[in-house]
């Protein structure tokens, strides 16, 4: 097998991870929740993921770990007077912890485009996620033909049009034939 296949199945089975593995990847996350919620990292961390989505060692692609709080999301609580059903502060988005990291991160790097992200990590308190981002006016990036299509016109602010593969995820445009019935 190659060395891309170990990672996969090694971060299929994270529990069966031999104890030294575990401590290392419990002081990881405690270093994790010290940081910011917004990081550039060198490296992924899980490279054989990053690869699958398009990621390369090269100038202009930059690696950002996200972190997104998990649990239920509220709106504010209502000052004013209102109809008691109209009080609720529950508010389920159509979007996931996924997609909430990818825009955030987009909005901390304005001249950068969001081309994909992965899952990471996750603790009881939050989710964190490796968003790649692409330097759409970098001279690496434009003289790559196979990733010079994010540096069109068309395809500024990706993120926030729901383009990105866990926004259309998260919109049903992915699961093919799942959840809907056929048309014969």
Same mark, same amino acid.
């Given at each position: %097998?190659?060395?891309?296949?170990?990672?996969?199945? @090694? $971060?299929?089975?994270?529990?069966?991870?031999?104890?030294?593995?575990?401590?290392? $990847?419990?002081?990881?996350?405690?270093?994790?929740?010290?940081?910011?919620?917004? @990081?550039?990292?060198?490296?992924?961390?899980?490279?054989?993921?990053?690869?699958?989505?398009?990621? &390369?060692?090269?100038?202009?692609?930059?690696?950002?770990? *996200?972190?997104?709080?998990?649990?239920?999301? &509220?709106?504010?609580?209502?000052?004013?007077?209102?109809?008691?059903?109209? %009080?609720?502060?529950?508010?389920?988005?159509? @979007?996931?912890? *996924?997609?909430?990291?990818?825009?955030?991160?987009?909005?901390?790097?304005?001249?950068?485009?969001?081309?994909?992200?992965?899952?990471?990590?996750?603790?009881? &308190?939050?989710?964190?996620?490796?968003?790649?981002?692409?330097? &759409?006016?970098?001279?690496?990036?434009?003289?790559?033909?196979?990733?010079? $299509?994010?540096?069109?016109? *068309?395809?500024?602010?990706?993120?926030?049009?729901?383009? @990105?593969?866990?926004?259309?995820?998260?919109?049903?445009?992915?699961?093919?034939?799942?959840?809907?019935?056929?048309?014969?």
């Amino acid at each position: %097998m190659a060395l891309y296949k170990y990672l996969r199945e @090694t $971060w299929k089975k994270p529990k069966e991870l031999r104890r030294e593995l575990r401590d290392i $990847w419990r002081e990881r996350l405690i270093s994790w929740r010290k940081e910011p919620s917004t @990081t550039r990292i060198e490296n992924p961390i899980r490279l054989d993921r990053a690869r699958s989505l398009g990621y &390369k060692a090269k100038p202009g692609f930059i690696i950002v770990r *996200q972190r997104v709080a998990r649990g239920g999301r &509220k709106r504010a609580k209502a000052r004013a007077g209102r109809k008691s059903k109209h %009080m609720s502060n529950k508010l389920d988005l159509e @979007t996931s912890y *996924q997609v909430v990291a990818e825009r955030r991160a987009a909005k901390k790097f304005p001249n950068l485009e969001v081309l994909n992200s992965y899952f990471v990590a996750k603790d009881g &308190k939050h989710y964190w996620y490796e968003v790649i981002l692409i330097d &759409k006016s970098h001279p690496a990036i434009i003289a790559d033909k196979n990733i010079r $299509w994010i540096a069109e016109k *068309q395809h500024r602010r990706r993120v926030f049009r729901g383009l @990105t593969s866990a926004a259309k995820r998260s919109r049903g445009l992915l699961n093919k034939g799942k959840g809907a019935e056929k048309i014969r």
